[in-house]
Nanobody
Framework: QVQLVESGGGLVQAGGSLRLSCAASGHTFNIDAMGWFRQAPGKEREFVAAISWNGITHYADSVKGRFTISRDNAKNTVTLRMNSLKPEDTAVYYC???????????????WGQGTQVTVSS
């Protein structure tokens, strides 16, 4: 079992920045990739970014150039740095773990409980 805990959410004005962190614990040996997803009220959960164990990254088009994902394998943590935030970035952000880097929600086997990000205009 893998436990994931997100932190760093909050309320910011448009154009501001936040850094989200996710700490993994438990049986982390099988984690090859970690990703971030988000879900706004009434919307489906969507892919934001992912990173493999060796640093390969993928981003949703909506966040390219604004968000940066990074991973510290020694500490079993993943970070999402969010810059130039927009009101449409408002959502609950979830970190997740998968056996390989992927865009698809169904491929992730472990999920955190989420952290709220609210961007005011």
């Amino acid at each position: 079992q893998v436990q994931l805990v997100e932190s760093g959410g909050g309320l910011v004005q448009a154009g501001g920045s936040l850094r989200l962190s996710c700490a993994a614990s438990g049986h982390t040996f099988n984690i090859d990739a970690m990703g971030w997803f988000r879900q706004a009220p009434g919307k489906e959960r969507e892919f934001v970014a992912a990173i493999s164990w060796n640093g390969i990254t993928h981003y949703a088009d909506s966040v390219k150039g604004r968000f940066t994902i990074s991973r510290d394998n020694a500490k079993n943590t993943v970070t999402l740095r969010m810059n130039s935030l927009k009101p449409e970035d408002t959502a609950v952000y979830y970190c997740a773990a998968a056996p390989a880097i992927t865009y698809y929600t169904s491929q992730y086997h472990s999920w955190g409980q989420g952290t709220q990000v609210t961007v005011s205009s």
